[in-house]
């Protein structure tokens, strides 16, 4: 017989930031947490050093570019927990500073950041409980990269009407662009993944408008946000420790029941951030 224990999940959670949330829902979320990684050594060594500081998380193997591992952590919680109550969106790859060719690290970047994140919430989105909060980590690099769009496609992108369908044509035009050469000529920055976080941060709203009206199921929020410039294996140059990177993705994992705002936002150290006009 499942559980009622509320439950929380982050992907990519080893290490980084998401190593970072977990220990901070280990200390202020009423309910179980579990700690994801591809590697489930690395997973685990995770766990036991959190659990050196005296916290409780746990562990599930997930890879989300693997849709076994992702159809077996939701038959986890099903079994175990009937539902789910937290997701945090973290894992993903920043690539663009390698040397890799441009239109080999735009296939990457955005299977990982946006077409595999995007699984993981097709998949276990109908567990999901009244009240349920998702955090898909985004960046303030889509902020930037929405600045070098042409007017044409910033106008698609910030359509408050526009349907998944569409953001999935957006994102597989940006695949095909760079695989032609002609990025820049079809308005597109040439960021691989300052684009995936476009994906990303759209895709968040779509899912929040979606669930608010979704009556069998009210108060499920759905935000991405920038944890802002922290000091990780993929950013040498980050200010932040993963602890500081942590607080706006806890905030919204941790919003009350029946706020008003944020709901299918973008939010920077706590704060709603718009589109520029």
């Known amino acids: 017989m499942a559980s009622t224990r509320r439950v929380a999940v982050v992907t990519g959670s080893n290490k980084g930031i998401g190593f970072g949330i977990v220990r901070g829902l280990c200390k202020t979320f009423n309910g179980d947490v579990y700690l994801t990684a591809r590697n489930e050594g690395l997973g685990r060594k995770a766990v036991e050093d959190l659990k050196k500081e005296g916290l409780n998380p746990l562990f599930h193997q997930l890879d989300i570019s693997d ?4 159809q077996n952590l939701k038959a986890f919680l099903q079994k175990q927990y009937g539902g789910l109550d937290v997701l945090v969106n973290n894992a993903g790859i920043f690539k663009d500073e390698s040397d890799a060719p441009f239109a080999e690290k735009v296939e990457e970047t955005l299977k990982l950041n946006f077409w595999d994140t995007l699984a993981v919430c097709e ?8 009240h349920a909060r998702v ?20 106008a698609k992108i910030s359509n408050p009407n526009i349907s998944m369908d569409q953001l999935k044509d957006l994102m597989r035009d940006f695949e095909a662009v760079a695989k032609a050469g002609t990025v820049e000529e079809n308005g597109w920055p040439k960021w691989a993944y300052h684009v995936s976080k476009i994906g990303v941060r759209v895709m968040s709203y779509i899912q929040a408008k979606a669930f608010a009206h979704d009556s069998s199921r009210p108060d499920i929020i759905v935000n991405s946000c920038c944890p802002g410039s922290v000091h990780t294996d993929t950013n040498y140059n980050g200010t932040k420790t993963i602890d500081e990177g942590a607080v706006t993705p806890l905030y919204l994992a941790l919003l009350p029941p029946n706020v008003e705002s944020p709901k299918g936002e973008f939010v920077c150290e706590k704060v709603v951030e718009h589109w520029p006009s």
């Open 135 to 154: 955090v898909n980590v985004g960046s303030i690099y889509s902020t930037m990269a929405f600045g070098r769009c042409s007017d044409s496609l910033k």
């Open 67 to 70: 849709s076994t591992s992702i």
């Open 123 to 130: 998949v276990l989105y109908p567990l999901l409980r009244p």
